[in-house]
T-cell receptor
Framework: EAQVTQNPRYLITVTGKKLTVTCSQN?????MSWYRQDPGLGLRQIYY???????DKGDVPEGYKVSRKEKRNFPLILESPSPNQTSLYFC????????????FGPGTRLTVL | GENVEQHPSTLSVQEGDSAVIKCTYS??????FPWYKQELGKGPQLIID?????GEKKDQRIAVTLNKTAKHFSLHITETQPEDSAVYFC?????????FGSGTKLNVKP
């Protein structure tokens, strides 16, 4: 089954404790992306990757890091989380530049205390 | 950067009626406009999209129109059904980035 998986699905942590949210897709997609969803703000793109070893900033990259060492994986790293990063996070993947169907993962609910 | 505005934020219709959601964008370089449906507890799912060289696209009960001159695009759902109840997002794409609207919560009353 074609899918995007994220782990963990729920995470409660404390300010400053480094964390990683994993994302994996099994569709051999080149384009992968991370979004955060906050009430009233829709989805905002954090980082995206056009292919292995090619990453770039989205609209709200501050406080986040990503890496793309393998085509299927695109982890999101918060090196020093703060309460304003409490949000619902989605990973997505799509073909080529992304201008085709983007498949979204189920989401990761992050709470930073 | 791009700015996408979406209206209304909530929309309530009777089953069988039509629903229209409107979005405007600011950057004329945007060239791809997808619409997503998000059900409670799930990730967004693409329902229809349109590219800047097309004015209208239909898929059964769903249609999208694009006016490049006015920089706005709309989602039209006809013969609404209770299962259409969800949050809908529009988005604009340019230079490899996506910009989303703030979402419309559609409630279809049986």
């Amino acid at each position: 089954e074609a899918q995007v998986t994220q782990n963990p699905r729920y995470l409660i942590t404390v300010t400053g404790k480094k964390l990683t949210v994993t994302c994996s897709q099994n569709m051999n997609h080149e384009y992968m992306s991370w979004y955060r969803q906050d009430p009233g703000l829709g989805l905002r793109q954090i980082y995206y990757s056009m292919n292995v070893e090619v990453t770039d900033k989205g609209d709200v990259p501050e406080g986040y890091k990503v890496s793309r060492k393998e085509k299927r994986n695109f982890p999101l790293i918060l090196e020093s989380p703060s309460p304003n990063q409490t949000s619902l996070y989605f990973c997505a993947s799509g073909t080529s530049s992304g201008t085709d169907t983007q498949y979204f993962g189920p989401g990761t609910r992050l709470t930073v205390l | 950067g791009e700015n996408v505005e979406q209206h209304p934020s909530t929309l309530s219709v009777q089953e069988g009626d039509s629903a229209v959601i409107k979005c405007t964008y600011s950057d004329s370089a945007s060239n791809y406009f997808p619409w997503y449906k998000q059900e409670l507890g799930k990730g967004p799912q693409l329902i229809i999209d349109i590219r800047s060289n097309v004015g209208e696209k239909k898929d059964q009960r769903i249609a999208v129109t694009l006016n490049k001159t006015a920089k706005h695009f709309s989602l039209h759902i006809t013969e609404t059904q209770p299962e259409d109840s969800a949050v809908y997002f529009c988005a604009a794409y340019n230079f490899n980035k996506f910009y989303f609207g703030s979402g419309t919560k559609l409630n279809v009353k049986p």
